[in-house]
Nanobody, 124 residues
Framework: QVQLVESGGGLVQAGGSLRLSCAASGRTFSSYAMGWFRQAPGKEREFVAVVSWSGGNTLYAESVKGRFTISRDNAKNTVYLQMNSLKPEDTAVYYC?????????????????WGQGTQVTVSS
């Protein structure tokens, strides 16, 4: 049974930074891509970033490109999302997720396992 547990959310002023972590268990972490998604109030959940199984490839949503960095530590079964230059529009619940297959990309329907989410609030 795959378990994903996010941490690191909180309240930050615009322009500030936060680092989210997601600890995984229940299967061979290093064999699968890991993604971050977010959902703002009243909006659909959207793709933020994904890192390949090795950490060698990454993809980002246009809205976060150049500000967010996704990375992973396979020895610690953990994926990270470093968020810099935060904006009020980044306010959302952030989820980490992993596909049920060897899929690598941003299509939300391909992601089978999800964490419970962590709240990020950016004040103006």
């Amino acid at each position: 049974q795959v378990q994903l547990v996010e941490s690191g959310g909180g309240l930050v002023q615009a322009g500030g930074s936060l680092r989210l972590s997601c600890a995984a268990s229940g299967r061979t972490f290093s064999s699968y891509a890991m993604g971050w998604f977010r959902q703002a109030p009243g909006k659909e959940r959207e793709f933020v970033a994904v890192v390949s199984w090795s950490g060698g490839n990454t993809l980002y949503a246009e809205s976060v490109k150049g500000r967010f960095t996704i990375s992973r530590d396979n020895a610690k079964n953990t994926v990270y999302l470093q968020m810099n230059s935060l904006k009020p529009e980044d306010t959302a619940v952030y989820y980490c997720a992993t596909p049920g297959t060897n899929y690598y990309g941003g299509r939300i329907t391909q992601y089978r396992h999800w964490g419970q989410g962590t709240q990020v609030t950016v004040s103006s």
